[in-house]
């Protein structure tokens, strides 16, 4: 199985930056795409930014030019740098990695438990 542990959520003030990170372990064979995706109360989970194995990323509309993915491969992490930070990012995000545990099973999606963000005005 593949765990995912994610870390750096808080509060913050508007304007301000934070950093989390999502570490994947256990019995990893091969990662795949890692991403971040966010929910808000009474919304639904929405992509906020995604990187490839070979470092092509993909963000959400709102958070292009403020947020940053980034990986490290042999560490199996994940990283999502949040800056200029607006009461609208406040929601709970969660890191989904796309793994395989066995080279002979497809690719699977595996999400952390969801950190919090809050981003006060």
């Known amino acids: 199985q593949v765990q995912l542990v994610e870390s750096g959520g808080g509060l913050v003030q508007a304007g301000g930056s934070l950093r989390l990170s999502c570490a994947a372990s256990g019995s990893i064979f091969m990662v795949n795409h890692m991403g971040w995706y966010r929910q808000a109360p009474g919304k639904q989970r929405d992509l906020v930014a995604s990187v490839t194995t070979n470092g092509n990323t993909n963000y959400g509309d709102s958070v292009k030019g403020r947020f940053t993915i980034s990986r490290d491969n042999a560490k199996n992490v994940v990283y999502l740098q949040m800056n200029s930070l607006k009461p609208e990012d406040t929601a709970v995000y969660y890191c989904?990695?796309?793994?395989?545990?066995?080279?002979?099973?497809?690719?699977?999606?595996?999400w952390g438990q969801g950190t919090q963000v809050t981003v006060s005005s």
């Open positions: 989904k990695v796309v793994a395989k545990v066995v080279s002979i099973v497809p690719f699977r999606d595996y």
